[in-house]
């Protein structure tokens, strides 16, 4: 058993939670994620990693209720526990494996939407700890819905916070700012962005404009973590790939967000997951090739 050591509320349906897990934590790198399940009839969840502590045995999980699985999350107390919590899993962050010292003269944007600023933290605190300069544009609908703002302002070189409706910092999407630091002189070698897929799907465009690299996390399309149920498949230049075990992190303008998020949503159905099967044969698995369920 996996016990919650933290709970705590970050926003409206949003929550972070202290899970001690030795050997996960031991493991992990920015960037990959893990799989918990409350008990034996438990769904598998998959959940990016937001922070860990290799001295304390934990890993900092944050999750959006969105279904029954995470409403029962919710209801899980500090002292209770998960009887699973597999990982670490997936390929961590590119940018951990790079030289430092190369890292070190380039200048790195993160964008973050909602949710997506969870992941965002181990890499931007990470690159902190090794002394490599980011800056961080992390957005939300409203304020109310920002989560880890001082945590981030502790790890950013520059934080620029978003609001759709202007209810606090810029007034305007994660897109918009890149622009306005843009027209600015703000000048940028690499970027990261990881956040709702439609979200994703403009800062690339608007990257692509500029010439500036991006990096994507294709973590909101997974939900088994393994490549077999097929649900993380998507076309990556002409290429078949599976977020839980070729990523999640994928050249941004290689992705094709209009399949995925078309995808996305007729996964959602089991005519649409019927239909998926037969249109893509072999490649709707990640490796097996075979539709057990």
């Given at each position: 058993m ?7 509320k ?13 050997r ?12 918990v399940?409350?008990?034996e009839?438990?769904?598998r969840?998959?959940?990016t990693?937001?922070d ?6 934990t ?13 029962r ?27 430092i ?18 992941p ?12 490599v ?14 989560i880890?703002?001082?945590e ?22 994660g ?5 306005e ?16 897929m439609?979200?994703?799907k403009?800062?690339c ?8 690299p ?7 399309i997974?939900?088994d973590?393994?490549g ?10 002409d290429?078949v ?6 990523g999640p ?45």
């Amino acid at each position: 058993m996996y016990p919650i050591v933290r709970r705590e509320k970050l926003a409206d349906k949003i929550y972070l939670m202290d899970v001690k897990a030795p050997r996960v934590a031991q493991y992990c790198e920015p960037g990959q994620f893990v799989i918990v399940k409350i008990d034996e009839e438990g769904e598998r969840i998959p959940l990016t990693i937001c922070d860990y502590d290799r001295e304390e045995g934990t890993i900092t999980i944050v999750f959006q209720t969105v279904g029954a699985s995470t409403e029962r999350m919710v209801s899980l107390q500090e002292g209770d526990a998960f009887e699973d919590f597999v990982g670490p899993l997936g390929c961590p962050s590119d940018l951990i494996h790079e030289d430092i010292e190369e890292l070190k003269k380039k200048k790195i944007l993160f964008v973050a939407g909602g949710v997506g600023t969870a992941p965002v933290y181990p890499q931007v605190k990470w690159l902190h700890e090794h002394g490599v300069d980011c800056d961080v544009i992390m957005g939300s609908r409203n304020k109310d819905l920002l989560i880890l703002e001082d945590e981030m302002k502790k790890v950013a070189t520059n934080l620029y916070v978003t609001t759709d409706d202007g209810s606090y910092g810029f007034k305007g999407t994660g897109t918009a700012q890149l622009q306005e630091l843009w027209d600015n002189g703000n000048r940028y070698d690499h970027c990261v962005a990881i956040g709702p897929m439609i979200m994703m799907k403009f800062v690339c465009k608007l990257t692509k404009e500029l010439g500036i690299p991006t990096v994507v996390s294709m973590n909101p399309i997974m939900v088994d973590g393994t490549g077999m149920c097929g649900a993380c498949r998507l076309v990556v230049g002409d290429e078949v790939k599976f977020a839980c075990v070729d990523g999640p992190e994928f050249d941004g303008h290689l992705v094709d967000f209009d399949q995925a998020m078309r995808r996305q949503a007729q996964y959602k159905t089991e005519e649409g997951r019927a239909m998926l099967k037969l249109q893509e044969g072999a490649t709707h698995h990640g490796g097996c090739g075979n539709c057990n369920s």
